[in-house]
């Protein structure tokens, strides 16, 4: 069992930066691929990016290629995701999410485990 809590968010101005953290509960941390998904008012819950349980393999969609990196401490069950020059489109609650054996990264029906959320809103 894991429980997921996020933290970071906020309301910033375009062009400005956050630290998004999860920190996770369980002795089994490093074995879970980690995700990053956000959900805007109305529309569905999309992938931003994810990192495999050694961190050797990162994944972003398209949009925040460049802006946003992914990382992980598995020392201290927290995984990041730092995310730059923020637009306006990027608002949305931000999700932690876990899950083991994942084959599609993207898809949020094969993380087991999902966190409560963090806020961020980009205006100005």
């Known amino acids: 069992q894991v429980q997921l809590v996020e933290s970071g968010g906020g309301l910033v101005q375009p062009g400005e930066s956050l630290r998004l953290s999860c920190a996770a509960s369980?002795?089994?941390?490093?074995?879970?691929?980690m995700g990053w998904f956000r959900q805007a008012p109305g529309k569905e819950r999309e992938f931003v990016a994810s990192i495999a349980w050694n961190s050797g393999t990162t994944y972003y969609t398209d949009s925040v290629k460049g802006r946003f990196t992914i990382s992980r401490d598995n020392a201290k069950n927290t995984v990041y995701l730092q995310v730059n020059n923020l637009k306006p489109e990027d608002t949305a609650a931000y999700y932690c999410a876990a899950g083991r054996f994942i084959s599609e990264y993207a898809n949020r029906r094969q993380y087991a485990y999902w966190g409560q959320g963090t806020q961020v809103t980009v205006s100005s």
């Open positions: 369980g002795p089994t941390f490093s074995f879970y691929t």
